[in-house]
């Protein structure tokens, strides 16, 4: 009998699923599962936090990147607004600011994207 290797999706579809908040439809679609829950994503996402953020700087800018803003305004999602300081970065709920960061330096943002990202992907799992 012979034994088939899993192999996980690419490592780009993996990332572009989660920053499109498209996490459990993908899982759905790869793990042909009726019910998902962190077993199954574990089984289908294994990209790092490194990976994800080495992906965001090759295929965006800061001040594009998917369900973020770079005005103030009423809907939920990531905010990053570019100030002569730094950059003014938030997180709104419910059209409410969740927590604010003055003078964030470039670097700092794109981890803050990427906590983001992984912290609203609905996975529960636990990234490195």
Same mark, same amino acid.
């Not at 996980?8 to 042909?32: C, R, S, V």
């Not at 990531?78 to 330096?105: N, T």
């Not at 906590?115 to 490195?128: A, E, N, Q, V």
């Given at each position: 009998?012979?034994?088939?290797?899993? /192999? @996980?999706?690419?490592? $780009?579809?993996?990332?572009? +699923?989660? %920053?499109? &908040? *498209?996490?459990?439809?993908?899982?759905?679609?790869?793990?042909?599962?009726?019910?998902?829950?962190?077993?199954?994503?574990?089984?289908?996402?294994?990209?790092?936090?490194?990976?994800?953020?080495?992906?965001?700087?090759?295929?965006?800018?800061?001040?594009?990147?998917?369900? /973020? @803003?770079?005005?103030? $305004?009423?809907?939920?999602? +990531?905010? %990053?607004? &570019? *100030?002569?300081?730094?950059?003014?970065?938030?997180?709104?709920?419910?059209?409410?600011?969740?927590?604010?960061?003055?003078?964030?330096?470039?670097?700092?943002?794109?981890?803050?994207?990427?906590?983001?990202?992984?912290?609203?992907?609905?996975?529960?799992?636990?990234?490195?």
């Amino acid at each position: 009998m012979m034994i088939m290797e899993y /192999s @996980y999706p690419a490592k $780009g579809e993996q990332i572009e +699923a989660l %920053i499109n &908040h *498209k996490a459990y439809d993908f899982t759905m679609n790869n793990a042909g599962r009726d019910s998902i829950g962190e077993p199954q994503y574990a089984k289908v996402l294994n990209v790092t936090k490194k990976e994800i953020k080495e992906y965001l700087k090759n295929n965006y800018t800061i001040l594009n990147l998917p369900f /973020s @803003y770079t005005h103030s $305004g009423i809907k939920d999602g +990531a905010y %990053i607004i &570019h *100030k002569p300081e730094g950059y003014l970065v938030y997180h709104q709920e419910r059209g409410l600011p969740e927590a604010q960061y003055r003078e964030m330096e470039e670097e700092q943002v794109w981890d803050y994207y990427v906590d983001f990202i992984l912290r609203t992907s609905g996975t529960g799992l636990k990234w490195s």
